[in-house]
């Protein structure tokens, strides 16, 4: 059985965090990815964690 012919376990949609939903009703969501220098795309860390991010 290979593991990538199964969906994903968690969708972009899904929220995530209890916080999540409060940010995206207020319009201050943050992105998921971003991309690095290099061009490949990394997780957004640092806007996600930041106050009123």
């Known amino acids: 059985m290979s593991s990538g012919c199964n969906r994903t376990l968690f969708r972009e949609s899904d929220e995530r965090s209890p916080y999540t939903r409060y940010d995206r009703l207020r319009a201050q969501e943050a992105t998921p990815y971003r991309f690095n220098e290099f061009g490949r ?9 930041t106050y009123g991010g």
Not at 41 to 49: D, G, K, Y
């Open 41 to 49: 795309r990394v997780p957004n860390l640092r806007e996600r964690l």
